[in-house]
């Protein structure tokens, strides 16, 4: 049973930085994606990034790119994605999430259908 926890959300000034990081169980070692996506309340879930364990190919919606960055700790099962340059419309419960890596190329167009998720890290950004 695949299990996935973030961590890091809070709140921060516009401009400001944060770090989330997402801890994975039960994933097949080395081959799986582990992806990043965002959703406001009332609004479609938006993917924001996402990770292949089998080579680390990072992929990033253009909302994310050049501000943020995907990262991994396959010895540790952990993912992390490292948000700068914070802005107010970046506020969101922000998710990980895990399926198979010849998904994670479809982040970068905007699928955010994974198949399994964690529960959520809310993100603030005060203007």
């Known amino acids: 049973q695949v299990e996935l926890v973030e961590s890091g959300g809070g709140l921060v000034q516009s401009g400001g930085s944060l770090r989330l990081s997402c801890v994975a169980s039960g994933l097949s070692p080395d081959y799986y994606a582990i992806g990043w996506f965002r959703q406001v309340p009332g609004k479609k879930r938006e993917a924001v990034s996402c990770?292949?364990?089998?080579?680390?190919?990072?992929y990033y919606a253009d909302s994310a790119r050049g501000r943020f960055s995907i990262s991994r700790d396959n010895a540790k099962n952990m993912v992390f994605l490292q948000m700068n340059n914070l802005k107010p419309e970046d506020t969101a419960v922000y998710y990980c999430a895990a399926d198979w890596p010849q998904y994670c190329a479809r982040v970068a167009d905007g699928w955010a259908d994974f198949g399994s998720w964690g529960q959520g890290t809310q993100v603030t950004v005060s203007s």
């Open positions: 990770i292949s364990s089998s080579d680390g190919t990072t």
